[in-house]
């Protein structure tokens, strides 16, 4: 036998989720049939629409653990179905930000590097150097 030993707030939801679907019911009846006014106002109309909203407020208050739920199962059920897909996209990813990880880390040491290039023959020299290695000429 299933143990139904769920806590008193579920209780609760339930109420307040079947109470909303009463007024929902009866606020959409009121807004199509209702047809007395008062002042110029239709009043039904008026009682029917908020009736309405609250009713459906409460239906999603109410119901909230149990779509909450279904929600989770839903995705759970989405990633298992691309599951496949989706190592390829995080493969992918991978990739690219591993690209990127060592384009930049190669710019930062081409940057960090204390060098410069003789003005007279292109050598690559010490940026304190007065003179170049290669050609002897003076920078």
Same mark, same amino acid.
């Given at each position: 036998?299933?143990?139904?030993?769920?806590?008193?707030?579920?209780?609760? #939801?339930?109420?307040?989720?079947?109470?909303?679907?009463?007024?929902?019911?009866?606020?959409?009846? &009121?807004?199509? #049939?209702?047809?007395?006014?008062?002042?110029?106002?239709?009043?039904?109309? &008026?009682?029917?629409?908020?009736?309405?909203?609250?009713? !459906?407020?409460?239906?999603?208050?109410?119901?909230?653990?149990? !779509?909450? @739920? &279904?929600?989770?199962?839903?995705?759970?059920?989405?990633?298992?179905?691309? @599951?496949?897909?989706?190592? /390829?996209?995080?493969?992918?990813?991978?990739?690219?930000?591993?690209?990127?990880?060592?384009?930049?880390?190669?710019?930062?040491? @081409? /940057?960090?590097?204390?060098?410069? #290039?003789?003005?007279?023959?292109?050598?690559?020299?010490?940026?304190?150097?007065? #003179?170049?290695?290669?050609? /002897?000429?003076?920078?």
């Amino acid at each position: 036998m299933k143990n139904n030993n769920k806590p008193k707030h579920f209780i609760v #939801f339930k109420i307040v989720g079947f109470i909303g679907i009463i007024i929902s019911i009866v606020g959409f009846i &009121l807004v199509s #049939f209702a047809d007395f006014k008062f002042n110029n106002i239709m009043i039904g109309t &008026l009682m029917g629409t908020f009736g309405s909203a609250i009713g !459906i407020s409460c239906l999603f208050i109410g119901f909230r653990p149990e !779509i909450t @739920k &279904l929600a989770t199962q839903s995705s759970k059920n989405i990633q298992q179905e691309n @599951k496949e897909d989706l190592k /390829g996209i995080a493969t992918n990813t991978a990739d690219i930000v591993s690209d990127a990880i060592t384009k930049t880390t190669t710019a930062i040491k @081409k /940057g960090l590097d204390d060098k410069i #290039f003789c003005k007279h023959c292109g050598e690559k020299i010490d940026s304190d150097s007065k #003179f170049c290695n290669k050609c /002897g000429k003076m920078q």
